[in-house]
């Protein structure tokens, strides 16, 4: 059968602008789904179905104004629907009087059929209005803002282009596309704040970023808010590798290879990795599976002038010293002349970040997503030892081991650690 759907109780107000038509004929609704918007100078409210059915013929447009009682549309239902009392709750941020449920009497158009349960009238729909405050005084209607606020979009940031500055729906996914087609930037939460003019404090000298820097920051800001970090510092007596590395560098020299601690450094990690697979391994999207690597390829951070790159040294494993010395005196080279490629980048189970070259005696090395964990390493330094009865000069390395607390836990860090610490103490662990 066939039923007209008229405005119901709107608390009085009458000539209200017609300002969103949210279904079309044909269409299947449901009970309680949003029809039309209206939207008088103080207030925006959707009108809501009283009844699930089918729209055979929308009897508004835009920009007509309604009372109470107005036509909206025929609606066809099925036999066995009834119409109930029922208060539809639309979205409002201040809630205004709720008008009295008053059955309106509804004349029955001659053209439309009715059963005989709805003969007569259909029942009013008492309808909570959002109002508009000065938080809100933002043009847009209920079903905009619930669709906004499903996408996650700011209406603040929406430029209307409806009548008055209304944001409609398009508006709201206009701005979604052109939020993903933006660049990413390494602050994203600072990007809604006002520019600051530095210059009303002091002098000051504006210089571009770095395309390795703009990438490189992104990829360790997504890291560093999206995996929870915990840093476990350690040291290492390496006085022992020192003799050896020394040894070896002046047996080397002729070739020309410079042999520093790094090698040293990939070997022993590879070492330690093996006992403790969870480290050289990724998480799946998901976060529910944990892919365990059975090849050790090591990134290693090179300072290039124009910022961080991180080639990748594969199979460390299977290489000597002295070849990974070698390749690391090439990549660094190629890497600080932009001459690196994409594939040299890739594929890393695990990173090494050294500092040693330059100073410092702990920092907090960023996880190289996908990696689960980073060691960083700063400077040795010569350190009294209590050995027997006396004090000796070591040689000690400090270590940064940084490692994703979904993945690895505290006691595994340690363990980890003080493993590493052994290997670098005594080389012929490597073997073990
Ligand atoms: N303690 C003491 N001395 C160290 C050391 C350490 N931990 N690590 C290196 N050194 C020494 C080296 O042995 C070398 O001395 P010798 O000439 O006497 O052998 C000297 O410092 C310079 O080493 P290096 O830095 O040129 O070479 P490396 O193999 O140690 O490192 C590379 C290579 C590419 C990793 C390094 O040049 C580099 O770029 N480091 C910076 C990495 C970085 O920026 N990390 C931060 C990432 S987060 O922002």
């Given at each position: 059968m066939d039923q007209q759907v008229v405005?119901?109780?709107?608390?009085?107000?009458a000539?209200?602008?017609?300002?969103?038509?949210?279904?079309?004929?044909?269409?299947?609704?449901?009970?309680?789904?949003?029809?039309?918007?209206?939207?008088?100078?103080?207030?925006?409210?959707?009108?809501?179905?009283?009844?699930?059915?089918?729209?055979?013929?929308?009897?508004?447009s835009i920009g007509d104004r309604v009372s109470e009682g107005a036509s909206i549309l025929l609606l066809n239902i099925a036999d066995d629907t009834e119409p109930k009392d029922q208060t539809i709750h639309t979205e409002s941020q201040k809630e205004q009087k709720t008008p009295d449920v008053q059955p309106t009497e509804v004349p029955e158009p001659e053209t439309v059929s009715t059963s005989d349960n709805l003969t007569g009238a259909l029942q009013s729909l008492p309808v909570k209005t959002a109002g508009f405050d000065d938080l809100y005084a933002i043009h847009a209607s209920p079903s905009v803002r619930r669709f906004a606020r499903e996408l996650?979009?700011?209406l603040s940031g929406v430029t209307g282009t409806g009548r008055k500055g209304r944001i409609l729906?398009?508006?709201?996914?206009?701005f979604i596309k052109a939020s993903l087609q933006q660049p990413r930037t390494s602050l994203p939460g600072f990007t809604n704040t006002p520019e600051i003019d530095f210059s009303n404090f002091g002098e000051i000298q504006t210089q571009a970023l770095s395309k390795i820097q703009r990438l490189s920051g992104d990829h360790l800001h997504k890291?560093?808010?999206?995996?929870?970090?915990?840093?476990?510092?350690?040291?290492?007596?390496?006085?022992d590798?020192?003799?050896?590395?020394?040894?070896?560098?002046?047996?080397?020299?002729p070739q020309a290879i410079k042999i520093t601690l790094l090698p040293f450094l990939m070997k022993s990690v590879?070492?330690?990795?093996?006992?403790?697979?969870?480290?050289?391994?990724?998480?799946?999207r998901a976060g529910s599976e944990l892919i365990v690597k059975k090849y050790?390829?090591?990134?290693?951070?090179?300072?290039?002038?124009?910022?961080?790159?991180?080639?990748?040294?594969?199979?460390?494993?299977?290489?000597?010293?002295?070849?990974?010395?070698?390749?690391?005196?090439d990549v660094s080279s190629r890497a600080r002349q932009k001459k690196l490629k994409p594939m040299e980048m890739q594929g890393g189970s695990f990173t090494i970040s050294s500092l040693g070259g330059i100073g410092g005696t702990a920092f907090t090395p960023i996880i190289n997503h996908p990696e689960v964990a980073i060691l960083g390493v700063s400077r040795s330094r010569l350190q009294p030892f209590w050995v027997d009865n006396a004090f000796e000069p070591r040689l000690m390395l400090p270590l940064s081991l940084s490692y994703d607390h979904r993945v690895i836990d505290g006691a595994a860090a340690a363990r980890f650690i003080v493993d590493l610490s052994q290997v670098l103490s005594d080389l012929r662990r490597v073997l073990v």
């Open positions: 405005v119901p109780d709107i608390g009085g107000i000539d209200v602008e017609i300002v969103e038509i949210l279904v079309k004929p044909g269409e299947s609704i449901e009970k309680e789904q949003s029809l039309i918007t209206l939207e008088s100078d103080k207030a925006a409210m959707e009108v809501p179905a009283p009844m699930a059915g089918t729209i055979k013929k929308l009897n508004v996650g979009a700011d729906r398009d508006d709201v996914q206009s890291s560093w808010v999206s995996i929870p970090h915990v840093t476990q510092h350690g040291e290492s007596d390496i006085s590798l020192e003799d050896f590395r020394r040894q070896l560098k002046n047996e080397l020299k590879v070492a330690t990795l093996q006992k403790f697979p969870t480290f050289n391994a990724s998480l799946n050790f390829h090591i990134g290693v951070a090179v300072d290039t002038p124009d910022g961080l790159v991180v080639p990748v040294i594969r199979d460390v494993d299977r290489k000597g010293l002295v070849d990974l010395a070698v390749e690391l005196t």
